[in-house]
């Protein structure tokens, strides 16, 4: 059933009854994070216990001092804990004992600022949980990063230890590619979409309020590696280096590993919600493009992600019980890490740039006044883009001599992916002719946007020349490729979509003075720290290296120090972010970006269930300029016409 | 600009200035001067260098991408500079553009031009790749694209080598070194990578542990050292002079520090090399397990001890003490 037929009524997330006047116990005995941290504690004391009873027999485990068993059972019956004392489990056990669901037990009453540290089944609490989490994960990883730049910024004198320094290598790659997959899916697609395709509710609220909590948990584990003696092959992975590593190497697979599950619950639930929950009249060709964008990851990360989950079991019982997968003398191969593991990867890094594609589509129409050029093409570029990401990865493997004569092959469909992200630059290009521009804030990120993906995606051409690449792969000149396309491309995109969203999402406006000062630091301090690293590659410095050559010592310098000037501009960001949200707390209400978006025709922050009746959609979210042009939609319907839009829908679902 | 003719309907060209026509010359003056620049001025000095034939095909790739992607960068910087001065909104204006839709014809010309662009640099690759056998990236255990007398096999690679053929090094990567054996000058095993010029170089590339990469930089070589699997890649040195050669996959701890440096010597030069460093290491040379394409460590785990004690490592099974990496 797609959408309740009836307006008026009210749906209820999860399927709940209404509150049947149940009584409100006291905070601390509700489920909510601190009994989730209970939870987890002894989770992981029984999964430890668990382990070293099991294999503390084994003859690895006995040469080696240490039991990854142990550990790897610890942090699974952690993440059960941890779930069961958020109450995750509580509704299927009550359902199963043919009790019924109260609505305030699952969290879904009015509920303050408690309401975000519980497992709550509304897709808009979902969302601000998923926004600040999101920033405290990135902020992590960054600052990591920093500490890697402060190791190079001298060739001979160090700062940390090899050891030390390779586990902040780690951490920071595998924090910044496993949880940035969700930082737009999460935030603004779990908040934003049911609302811009005119639903009151997601598909699957339990799978999106779980796909959230998963996170903080794979954000927690990853951590843990540090207490565990870190890892020290990278975000990639590659055995054998993971599986004669110390037990770090478990914290990496699982938590990469559950944060593959968290991708695939999101996107489905995405996937569903966007087909099967549009609103009458929210044709395919009056979509947003933010939610096409957000559709298209949504496919990649329900394919793609489930394959990282396996790869990482695989490397788990590796670890633990001695399979030899990716073992050579025993018939294993680390061929068939490398494969599985970019099989995944590839279609990531489009998961980490078609939600940035989908914001600046959005919010370009806004800023110009202008409909969007060629939105045919701009939808057709996202599905390209979509479709070829799966049919790319082995240009990851060009040097290892994997499948060396389908080179060209990989060559070719590479490339190809330029043609379609093409279009997004055509569609961005038309849409500014003769446009009235708004220097905005969130205007500025979208420029920006092009700029950095201009370069990042010329510099992804070079990568994909297999000659070229035989000078470029696995040097600095890569690494600067990718920070371009997801520093610069998702994470600029990121930031202008908090300042056009957050008055929707919050209420609030952020302070655009500081947004200024934020925007132009962090501009300058990117390009000025990324550009020069191709150079520093192109010149010879292999990535992940702690030691270079003398004469890359002044570019290093440069790059290390714009980082701080970056660094410090995120700050800018986080300081705004807590003085506009918590301090100053500016109303804003209404429309302040007098945008035709569905989201922006209801109030700020929304209400429950978002829309009092269930709108219809009368003409595309773009259509700027046109004189007597329809409203974006009908909030409140004649009975009769949804009545009619629906017995359409409904006959043709009975003749299917 | 003082040109505020603001024509609100869709048929916008009349009146008001050309901005298609003044961005167009603005483009074509920008991306002429910016190619010539850059191919002439610039286009000497790009990385890799030459070496290796395989670096400077890479140097002639990166050039031509260079010529290639200048004009588009050009194109939209100018054209998003000129949009950011031109089509700002004025203090006041509060009204909206025109409503335009879409272009039909400057949609396909902009798709009919960029498939062709990517279609030809996807050909220019493949022959770029093909012609010089494998452009000095790493092959795998049988090149298809190979130069003539290349040696595939273990015993066709041990055949003596005389200046002119294809010279046969075995690339042996462990965690934090790489040696060199030379299969047809004895097999003996050395950690200085010593080449004769105007020679073709087929690298045979392995692993005893984890997976390394092996880049000869100035040579234009990249190839990753697998355990168990022979990577064969390509290149003809053609000057004298130095090689840096790092480790370009991360391999452990001490990733950074695997690094050395070769040299491209006079024929003379390396064969006298050759043969006193054959005789200074013969004793090592009879306890070094028989020349392979791959080696595996656990059958040969004894004579690490050995081989640590002698400073020489590799072929021998390496630093290892027998069960490091654990093998169930
Ligand atoms: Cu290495």
Redesign the interface.
């Known amino acids: 059933m797609a959408i309740e037929t009836e307006p008026g009524t009210t749906q209820h997330p999860g399927g709940g009854q209404p509150a049947g006047g149940a009584a409100r116990r006291p905070w601390w005995m509700r489920p909510a994070i601190h009994t989730g941290l209970i939870g987890a504690v002894i989770g992981y004391a029984f999964g430890h216990w668990l382990g070293n009873l099991i294999a503390s027999g084994y003859?690895?485990v006995g040469?080696?001092d240490q039991n990854d068993t142990a550990i790897v059972l610890g942090y699974l019956f952690m993440v059960i804990g941890w779930l069961a004392g958020l109450g995750v489990f509580n509704d299927l056990f009550k359902q199963m004992a043919g009790r019924r669901l109260a609505e305030a037990e699952n969290g879904n009453g009015p509920g303050g600022l408690a309401q975000y540290f519980r497992f709550h089944l509304d897709h808009k609490v979902v969302g601000i949980q998923y926004l600040v989490g999101m920033i405290i994960y990135f902020c992590t990883a960054g600052l990591l990063a920093m500490g890697i730049r402060t190791e190079l910024l001298s060739p001979v004198h160090h700062v940390f230890s090899?050891?030390t320094?390779?586990e902040i290598?780690g951490e920071h790659g595998t924090m910044m590619m496993m949880l940035m997959t969700s930082v737009i899916l999460g935030p603004f697609g779990n908040y934003l979409i049911p609302i811009m395709i005119g639903s009151k509710r997601v598909a699957y609220p339990r799978l999106e309020a779980l796909s959230f909590w998963l996170t903080p948990a794979a954000f927690m584990i990853l951590l843990s590696a540090l207490l565990l003696g870190g890892f020290?092959?990278?975000w990639?992975g590659?055995?054998?280096?993971s599986?004669?590593?110390t037990s770090g190497a478990d914290a990496y697979a699982f938590a990469f590993g559950l944060m593959g599950i968290s991708m695939t619950l999101a996107g489905f639930n995405i996937l569903v919600t966007v087909i099967c929950y549009r609103a009458p009249g929210m044709r395919w060709s009056r979509l947003p493009m933010f939610v096409w964008g957000i559709l298209g990851t949504a496919v990649m990360m329900a394919l793609a992600a489930p394959v990282l989950s396996g790869g990482m079991y695989m490397l788990l019982t590796d670890r633990t019980v001695?399979t030899?997968f990716f073992?050579?003398?025993?018939g294993g191969?680390?061929?068939l890490w490398e494969d599985v593991f970019w099989f995944f990867g590839h279609p990531e890094v489009y998961i980490l740039a078609l939600p940035g594609f989908g914001i600046v589509c959005e919010l370009l129409p806004v800023f110009?006044?202008?409909?969007?050029?060629?939105?045919?093409?701009a939808a057709a570029g996202m599905i390209g883009v979509t479709l070829l990401s799966f049919f790319v990865w082995q240009h990851h493997?060009?040097?290892?001599?994997?499948?060396?004569?389908m080179?060209?092959l990989y060559?070719?469909t590479t490339?190809?992916i330029?043609?379609p992200t093409?279009?997004i630059?055509?569609v961005g290009?038309?849409t500014?002719?003769?446009?009235?521009?708004?220097?905005t804030v969130p205007m500025l990120f979208c420029?920006a946007f092009?700029?950095n993906f201009?370069?990042g995606g010329?510099s992804g051409?070079?990568n994909?020349?297999?000659?070229?690449?035989?000078?470029e792969?696995?040097?600095f000149f890569v690494m600067a490729h990718f920070h371009y396309t997801i520093m610069g491309g998702l994470i600029f995109a990121f930031m202008g979509g908090c300042y056009y969203w957050l008055p929707k999402m919050m209420g609030i406006k952020l302070n655009e003075k500081l947004g200024y000062w934020h925007f132009w630091l962090m501009f300058l301090g990117f390009n000025s720290t990324f550009m020069p690293l191709f150079a520093v590659g192109?010149?010879?410095q292999?990535?992940?290296?702690?030691?270079?050559?003398l004469r890359l010592q002044t570019l290093n310098d440069w790059v290390s120090i714009s980082s701080y000037v970056l660094g410090f501009s995120i700050l800018l960001f986080v300081i705004n972010f807590v003085w506009s949200t918590v301090v100053t707390r500016v109303r804003e209400t209404g429309n302040p970006w007098e945008s035709r978006g569905l989201e922006w025709q209801i109030p700020s922050p929304p209400p429950a269930y978002n829309f009092e009746h269930v709108p219809v959609v009368l003409s595309g979210p773009y259509?700027?300029?046109?004189e007597g042009s329809e409203p974006v939609a009908d909030l409140n319907p004649p009975v009769g016409v949804l009545a009619a839009a629906f017995s359409g829908s409904e006959t043709a679902r009975a003749e299917a | 600009m003082a040109a505020e003719t603001q024509a609100?309907t869709p048929a916008?060209k009349a009146g008001g200035p050309n901005?298609g026509l003044r961005i167009f010359l603005i483009w074509i003056v920008l991306a002429l001067a910016a190619d010539l620049v850059l191919w002439f001025v610039l286009g000497p000095h790009?990385?890799?260098g030459r070496l290796g034939s395989?670096?400077q095909?890479?140097q002639f790739?990166?050039n031509v991408?260079i010529a290639m992607?200048a004009p588009?960068?050009v194109l939209?910087?100018v054209?998003?500079t000129y949009?950011?001065v031109v089509?700002?909104?004025r203090p006041g204006?509060d009204?909206?553009?025109?409503?335009?839709?879409?272009?039909s014809r400057?949609?396909a010309l902009?798709?009919t031009v960029?498939?062709v662009m990517?279609?030809s640099?996807?050909a220019f690759?493949?022959y770029?790749?093909?012609v010089?056998y494998?452009?000095?990236?790493?092959?795998?255990?049988s090149?298809?694209?190979n130069p003539p007398g290349a040696e595939l096999t273990a015993a066709a690679q041990q055949r003596p080598w005389a200046p002119g053929h294809v010279l046969v090094v075995q690339v042996i990567g462990q965690q934090w070194r790489f040696t060199y054996r030379y299969p047809g000058l004895g097999g003996f095993e050395t950690t200085e990578l010593v080449l004769p010029v105007n020679t073709m170089i087929q690298f045979d590339v392995t692993s005893i542990?984890?997976?390394h990469?092996f880049?000869a930089?100035q040579l234009?070589?990249?190839?990753?050292a697998?355990?168990?699997?022979d990577?064969?890649?390509y290149t003809k040195t053609q000057h004298l002079g130095r090689v840096?050669v790092?480790?370009?996959?991360?391999?452990?701890?001490?990733?950074?520090?695997m690094f050395n440096y070769g040299k491209v010597v006079t024929v003379p030069q390396f064969q006298a090399w050759a043969s006193s460093t054959s005789v200074a290491l013969a004793d090592v040379t009879k306890l070094l397990p028989p020349y392979s394409t791959t080696y595996?460590p656990?059958e040969i785990a004894h004579l690490g001890p050995v081989l640590q004690k002698l400073g020489l490592t590799g072929a021998g099974g390496g630093y290892y003490p027998p069960?490091?990496?654990?093998?169930?």
């Open positions: 003859q690895q040469t080696s090899s050891a320094y390779i290598v020290h092959m990278g990639t590659y055995p054998t280096l599986i004669q590593d001695q030899a073992t050579d003398q025993l191969s680390t061929y110009t006044r202008k409909p969007l050029f060629g939105y045919k093409v493997l060009f040097d290892s001599g994997i499948n060396p004569d080179r060209p060559m070719l490339e190809m330029s043609i093409g279009f630059f055509l290009m038309g500014l002719w003769k446009a009235k521009i708004r220097f420029f092009f700029f201009l370069i010329i051409v070079f994909s020349d297999a000659p070229a690449d035989v000078t792969h696995g040097s192109w010149l010879g292999p990535r992940r290296v702690f030691e270079y050559a259509e700027y300029g046109s | 609100a916008a901005h790009i990385p890799p395989a670096a095909g890479q790739d990166n991408m992607s588009v960068l939209v910087l054209y998003f949009a950011i089509w700002r909104r204006d009204a909206d553009g025109p409503p335009l839709h879409g272009h400057i949609q902009w798709i960029t498939s990517v279609l640099l996807a690759g493949t770029e790749l093909i010089p494998g452009a000095g990236g790493g092959e795998g255990p090149p298809i694209w542990d984890v997976i990469s880049w930089y234009g070589v990249k190839a990753d697998n355990p168990g699997v990577n064969v890649a840096t790092r480790c370009a996959e991360l391999c452990g701890l001490w990733h950074g520090a595996d656990t069960q490091d990496p654990s093998q169930p």
